[in-house]
């Protein structure tokens, strides 16, 4: 059964910093692509940064770019997601996700809520400004 699980959120003043953190379990991790989502109250769940199942492949929204950065150690079965410069609009449940992509070339980096058929229970990030 494969399992994600997020931990590292929590309470900081905007310009702070935070690292969120994902471990798998149940799958061979390197052949899954992974993903960070949020959700605020009230709006739709929006990719945030997502990375091929090799490292090769990384994406970002463009409200974050600059500011996140998304990591993987496949020996660890670890998804990492460093955020810094933080503002309110941050605020949010962040969620990781996990694809399985062995049928996609390595650095092929899928970005959407659908393509990702796993998800973990989220870890809750507040900004105060």
């Known amino acids: 059964q494969v399992q994600v699980v997020e931990s590292g959120g929590g309470l900081v003043q905007a310009g702070g910093s935070l690292r969120l953190s994902c471990t798998g379990s149940?799958?061979?991790?390197?052949?899954?692509?992974m993903g960070w989502f949020r959700q605020a109250p009230g709006q739709e769940r929006e990719a945030v940064s997502c990375i091929s199942r090799s490292g090769a492949g990384t994406y970002y929204a463009d409200s974050v770019k600059g500011r996140f950065t998304i990591s993987r150690d496949n020996a660890k079965n670890a998804l990492y997601l460093q955020m810094n410069s933080l503002k309110p609009e941050d605020t949010a449940m962040y969620y990781c996700?996990?694809?399985?992509?062995?049928?996609?070339?390595?650095?092929?980096?899928?970005?959407?809520?659908?393509?990702?058929?796993?998800w973990g229970q989220g870890t809750q990030v507040t900004v105060s400004s």
């Open positions: 996700a996990a694809v399985r992509s062995g049928r996609w070339a390595s650095y092929f980096t899928p970005s959407q809520v659908t393509d990702f058929d796993y």
């Open positions: 149940g799958l061979t991790f390197d052949d899954y692509a």
